[in-house]
């Protein structure tokens, strides 16, 4: 990949993604799935930029939505309205009416009180609702507390008491069709063995409503599988395939998976060039043009993503991208944005060689909850986003430019 090229041409800070490695990830994971009917429906919560979107449809790929603007992004980008899901705990009336009219594949519920209101929605639609219930097998999945979502203590979902009340409910409503259910523990997950246990424990729930002839059609497994940021020992998606496959022995369902991070975490940097460095007192400060409002994930999780300096733009005109062999004297840093607050880091205490103004770090692992957790904190534009594919770069998003970012605010200015 050629960085230099693309920061010349787009500037910095730049999210820059691989598209071919976001095709093979999604075979690989489609394939591991062979054996069965299945279904992948890409969580656009992790970047939800329309070509991308509209990369993975064509590799046959559906969308997990969490908002309604989600589903018309899906919709726009080209995902069939049949592999489109809707899932979230607080979806509002105009909502799922969108939802139930663009006759999406189902609305996963998170609780009793919502599936009233799509049961009272659909029938003054008169439309059928498909829903699925989205059960918390409470089970502890070893992630960060902000992204697990599986315990009883998390908002998400409901017990399986509650489900299966709510199943029993919907078979008997004329305008609602359960056909699947959903469970998601978690995000960033590196280990097998809590996903495992969850999906036996739901298998063993769906088992139970098809018995009381509630005919399932899909089991929804989440998305959640971890990418290595640091060290971490990943989950196969052969392995994770194998484990959902032995829990649904003896269920004639469809499996959907929703991965986000997954799919396109590995295939995304943030290019972003060094603008100062300083000492305080012996602390060494390398801030660059890129911070926490184009990605929070350091400063909101303290997650790691590794850097890695190329050589300076201003300097080399190679058109490869060359590692810091020729740097020299690397030394502990913190990588920081020009955000006033001391909280805007990218990295801490990492080892980058001595650097100079223009300089390029590439910031790795960025193509899943960068762009798409970004905002215009400090009156920051966001970054444009390029798309790499078959080794041509093509631009997908346009940096913000200030005209944009006040334009609503300029027009309801007074006098
Ligand atoms: N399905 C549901 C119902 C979810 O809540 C999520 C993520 C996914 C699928 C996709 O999970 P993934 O495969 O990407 O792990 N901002 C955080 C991650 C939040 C994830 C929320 N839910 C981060 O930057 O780590």
Redesign the pocket.
Known sequence: MDYFALAQAYQTPLYVYDFDRIAHTFNTLKNAFKARKSLICY?L??NSNLSLIHHLAQLGSGA?C?SIGEVRRALRAGVPKYKIIF?GVGKQDSEISEALQSDILFL?VESEQELYRIESIARDMQIKARISV?VNPNIEAKT?P??S?GLSENK?GVDIEQAKAMYIFAKNAPFLEPVGIHF?IG???TDLAPIKQAAQKIAKLAHSLLALKIDLKFFDV?????ICYDDEQIIAPYAYAQAILEALYGLDLTIIC?????LVGESGVLLTKVVYEKYNGEKRFVIVDAAMNDLM?PAL?G?THKIEPLDSINTESSSSARTSSTHTKASVCDVVGPICESGDYLAKGILLPTLKSGDLLLIKNAG??GYS?ASNYNTRPRPAEVGVINGEARLIKRRESFEEMIKDEESLLKG
């Not at 989440?222 to 971890?226: F, M, N, Q």
């Open positions: 969580a919560k992790a997990d969490v899932s996963n989205r960060h902000y992204i979502t998400f998601h995000s960033q997950l989440g998305g959640g599988i971890g929703e991965p986000g991070r997954l994930r999780y997650a899943a909850y957790m």
